[in-house]
Nanobody, 119 residues
Framework: QVQLVESGGGLVQAGASLRLSCAAS????????MCWFRQAPGKQREAAAT????????SYADSVKGRFTISRDNAEATVYLQMNNLKSEDTAVYYC????????????WGRGTQVTVSS
């Protein structure tokens, strides 16, 4: 069973950048596809970016495409989300989640990190 801990959130102005990290422990990291979800107050949770177990395949929500980049370092058991040109609508709690290869759902979640973008 893998444990996930996010870090790197904060309060920034519109146009700024942030890099989120999610450190995994307790499992073989390369067994998992990873996703950064986000949830803003009063809105449904959204899958912002996903990455395959080996990093070869990534996908992004239309709302973040071209501004966010997901990456991972399997040796360090960490997944990253580089967020550039942040907008006020990016304000949300960001969660990382793990989906085991061959499974259909994200079974493991971190506690989240708050990102607040002031306009």
């Amino acid at each position: 069973q893998v444990q996930l801990v996010e870090s790197g959130g904060g309060l920034v102005q519109a146009g700024a950048s942030l890099r989120l990290s999610c450190a995994a422990s307790g499992g073989t990291f390369s067994r998992y596809h990873m996703c950064w979800f986000r949830q803003a107050p009063g809105k449904q949770r959204e899958a912002a970016a996903t990455i395959s177990w080996n990093g070869d395949t990534t996908s992004y929500a239309d709302s973040v495409k071209g501004r966010f980049t997901i990456s991972r370092d399997n040796a360090e058991a960490t997944v990253y989300l580089q967020m550039n040109n942040l907008k006020s609508e990016d304000t949300a709690v960001y969660y990382c989640a793990a989906r085991e290869r061959g499974k259909s759902s994200y079974a493991y979640w971190g506690r989240g990190t708050q990102v607040t973008v002031s306009s």
